[in-house]
């Protein structure tokens, strides 16, 4: 009887059944990869967007304060002058 030293049917069947399993599964999950890296890249965009807008606001509601602020501070600077000098135009405009 002669023997083969080349694979059996069997095992070369194994073989290509888990190499091809393999590569399918890899395949899997490259493309799994890179879908979730755009989905992921989409995610941060839109945050770092809505973060943005928030400090946007904040920094308009902030420029508000500070306009409302600097208006009504700048009647001190009318008061203190009448105090320096005691004008009448303060009297006649401010003092009922």
Same mark, same amino acid.
């Given at each position: 009887? $002669? #023997? /083969?030293?080349?694979?059996? %049917?069997?095992? $070369?069947?194994?073989?290509?059944?888990?190499?091809? &399993?393999?590569?399918? %599964?890899?395949?899997?999950?490259?493309?799994?990869?890179?879908?979730?890296?755009?989905? %992921?890249?989409?995610? !941060?965009? @839109? #945050?770092?967007? !809505? !973060? &943005?807008? &928030?400090?946007? #606001?904040?920094?308009? /509601?902030?420029? @508000?304060?500070?306009?409302?602020? /600097?208006?009504?501070?700048?009647?001190?600077? @009318?008061? =203190?002058?009448?105090?320096?000098?005691?004008?009448? !135009? =303060?009297? @006649?405009?401010?003092?009922?």
């Amino acid at each position: 009887m $002669k #023997r /083969n030293n080349s694979l059996s %049917i069997r095992v $070369k069947t194994t073989l290509f059944v888990f190499t091809t &399993l393999g590569l399918l %599964i890899g395949l899997i999950a490259a493309i799994s990869f890179l879908s979730s890296l755009s989905r %992921i890249e989409t995610v !941060e965009n @839109d #945050r770092a967007l !809505e !973060e &943005l807008d &928030l400090v946007n #606001r904040q920094l308009s /509601n902030s420029l @508000d304060d500070l306009g409302g602020t /600097n208006s009504d501070w700048s009647w001190w600077d @009318d008061s =203190y002058d009448f105090v320096q000098d005691g004008n009448q !135009e =303060y009297i @006649d405009g401010n003092l009922y």
